[in-house]
Every structure is written in structure tokens, then in C-alpha cells.
């Protein structure tokens, strides 16, 4: 069963049903579910599908397994191929001779996932893919040729935005994303699983919407009990999932966790010095590619100062696991395989919390928006920190609104009711006074309060104009 992707699967029936080629690339965070969602989708449909083997050492092995494997998948879908494979081009061609032969008019769907893996060095891959498609593929008007893969980077620079023989050649896009609350509830209930809300969230929280660590849930065992059995025993299936993410998806992985492991420590961002100076790598284009790469697979987010100077923006680290495994994990594993269920009310298990329900927050904005009820009205999302008046104030979540408003939005993680109290409402009022003569915006400003179970009545509690709740992230905008 497929949970969510309502959108994505409308996308590649349009892509299976026109009447003309089409080259689709379907890309996304490693374990987000692309191989599945279009595995399930098509189900039996496939014309051709292999598979890029992990790299081995020894890039002529590489090389040899990877045509091995595709030779191996051509006969298992009827595809004579009576050589070795000894090129990409002698690979392609044999895909070009079956097809030729088909006598079926239908779309002939081929699936070659974890692409750049078949990219080993100096083996001209590329250069064989771009012959297939715009020699033959691209003239014809039966074929769904589906790209897939991991490395974002890779397929940016190889497909996307190729300035080769692929440029301007891929036809449809799929940007594969973790699931939403919403999806996230799907699924557990089609696992069977009885969670409350609040317990969805906190999940989310920490593996931030990946369908392969929830699959992993157990509906016998508590939260705490869960997290522990996922990520803290010493058998634990995501014993070694960080690394073992960062060194699937980059050469020199070790650079990118270090610069991950900094942003970590700064919830609000790092600025590009500051990254410098912690991590002591020099200026220059390295860096630059690791913040593009780590930005392009949904790691970290650059956002611009309000009103949207490119100059001087942070950095901030948004996969909700690497946070969690940064703050939580590294460290611990094996010393306490009952860490999280032992875990108390500690400043810093509240400090992940606020920074945590932030993140899941900013993930949401459209649920934000429906709740609001500005959901058909243009809007643009800022971050925004002072750095004159008020060097302490920050804003969270700024929506600037084409009707002249903006929602000043403060993300506020509670086990009851927030309380606003008057220390923190003389706070609200100094961060909306900063805004206003910082930014020199002309716009009404309104105060908007996003928490987990709504804002507790009380003297101050009439200063917010409009709040949302947890409940209303859970909301599926255009259909509740």
C-alpha cells in the first residue's frame, strides 16, 4: 500500500499515459521512499528495471559489477544480450535492440534507480545515456525512462542541470520529500499502530517523517521504548545510520559531518565565519560545495535576512535525525541502552525540544497558512534576527502577506497550555518593535503563537492576534 504521495502519483500517471518519450528523474533524502514509491506504483508495468550496485573498491570492479548487473536484469526481462558487457554504450545498445523488437505499443517504462552508482569513474556513463535518449529514446513516443537516485548532488549536476548533451532534455521532476504529520498518521495506522498526536510529533521530532526508520515502530512498546529499540541498543537497526547516510551520499564525508556537527551546536544558524572558525576550514570553494550539497539533499537551509539580502545569511541545520543523533546519541551508544526512556526533564532534553518542534513547524508552513486562513493568499516565508536595536531578538517565522500583513509567528513546544507571562510579553513586544523599525516594513503586524496545545488565557494572552496549534499541523490543506 502506498501511503500519501497523492501528488507524486498523479505526476507519473500523467508521465505514463502521453503520447510522447518522457525522461523523469526521481530524487530526494536517502531513505525517503523513491525506490518504493515508484517500485509500487508500476508494480509489474516495468519494460526494464535494474539497479546501481554500491561502490566496491577499484573503480574497473565498479565498472565490470555494475555491467554484470545491468547485463543480468536485461535477461531477466527478455532482453537478449549475448556478450559481456565491456561499455555503457554496448549496455545501452542492447536496452535499444529490445525495445525495437517489442511489438507492444504500450509505454515501455524503464526504471534505472540508484543511477549514480552506475557513475563510476572514468566509465562514460553519461556520455552513453545521453547517446541512448537523444539518438533513439527521445524520437520515439513510447518510452518512460525513470532516473533515480540518492545523491542529490549528483543528480543536479549530472541531470538537472546538465550543460551537456542532457541539457534541457529531462521532461518531468519528481522531488521525493518525508512525509508529513499527516502522512506520518497514515502510515502508522496502516501499521496497525495506536499513537496519540502528541506521541506522532515527537517521533517526527526525531526522525523527522522518513518512512524507513517509523517502519520500525513496534505499537507494543512506548514512545521512549521504541526510540531505544531504534537507535540506542546495541542491535539497534540505526545503530549507524549517520555515518552511514553521509558516507552513501558524499566523497569525503568526514568534511560534511563536521560541518553538520557545527551547525548543530547554533539552533538558530551559523553565519559562513562562523562555520569557518569552528570548523578551521579555509575559505574558499570547498566549503562553498559542501553547504550547496548538504543544502541540495535537505540537510541544512540557507535563509536571507529579512527582506531578502543574499549577503551574510545563516546556515541552519534541518534534518531532524542528525540533530537528534548529534545531541543525543553520539557518545551514548552502548553505554545505556535505556537512555531515552531514563531521560528527564533536563535543560537540554527541553532546548532539543524547542528547537525540535521549530524545525517540524517550518516543515509545515502550508498547514500553517490553512490554519490561518490565508491559504490562497501569496506569501513569502522569512527568518529574521536584529542585529542593531535588539541584538538578542529573533523571529522565528515571518509570512509576509500580499494583503499588507505580516504574521510574526512564535514556535513555543509545551506540555500544557503556554503560558505568556509578563517578562515574555515585555520580550514579544521589544521582537515586534525591532521588526518594525529594522526592516522599516509599512505592513500591520500580527502576532501569531504556533504551540502544541494553544495559548492558556490570561493578561497577556489578548496581545496575539491569531494562534495555531499541533492539531492543525496534522491538517491536509484543500481537503479538511
Known sequence: MLVGRKKEIELLKKYSSTAESEFVVVYGRRRVGKTFLVRQHFRDKFFFYTTGVAPEAG?????????EHFRFNLTNYGINCDSTLSSWMEAFDCLR??????????????????????????????????YFW??????????????????????????????????NRITGKLLIRPFTLSECEEYFRYLNIVIDRRDIAEAYMIFGGIPYYLRYWDGRWSLPQNVDRIVFRDDAPLKNEFENMYASLFKNSAQYIDVVKALSTKSKGLFRDDILRITGMS??????????????????????????????????LIDNYSLFHLTFVEGNLGQNENFWSDMHETPKLNTWRGYAFEQLCLKHIDQVKWALGIAGTATDAYSWKSKESNPGAQIDLALLRSDRIVNICEIKFSKYEFAIT???????????????????????????????YGIKQNAYSNMVQSEVRLEDLFNVPGRN
Not at 514579544?428 to 504551540?451: A, V, Y
Request: net charge positive.
Open 59 to 67: 573503480e574497473k570492479a565498479n565498472l565490470r559489477v555494475n555491467l
Open 97 to 130: 535492440k529490445g525495445i525495437e523488437s517489442s511489438t507492444s505499443s504500450d509505454k515501455k517504462i524503464i526504471f534505472l534507480d540508484e543511477m549514480p552508482w552506475m557513475d563510476t569513474p572514468k566509465s562514460s556513463f553519461i556520455s552513453a545515456l545521453e
Open 134 to 167: 537523444n539518438s533513439f529514446a527521445s524520437a520515439r513516443t513510447d518510452i518512460l525512462l525513470i532516473a533515480c537516485g540518492s545523491a542529490s548532488t549528483w543528480i543536479s549536476r549530472k541531470l538537472l542541470n546538465n550543460r551537456g548533451g542532457l541539457h
Open 283 to 316: 575559505d574558499g570553494g570547498t566549503l562553498s560545495e559542501i553547504l550547496q550539497n548538504l543544502e541540495l539533499s535537505g540537510f541544512i537551509r540557507y535563509y536571507a535576512r529579512y527582506p531578502g539580502k543574499i549577503r551574510n545569511g545563516l546556515y541552519q
Open 422 to 452: 509578563k517578562d515574555y510579553a515585555e520580550k514579544l513586544r521589544n521582537k515586534l518593535f525591532s521588526f518594525g523599525s529594522e526592516t522599516g516594513s509599512k505592513s500591520t503586524l500580527h502576532l501569531t503563537l504556533i504551540t502544541t
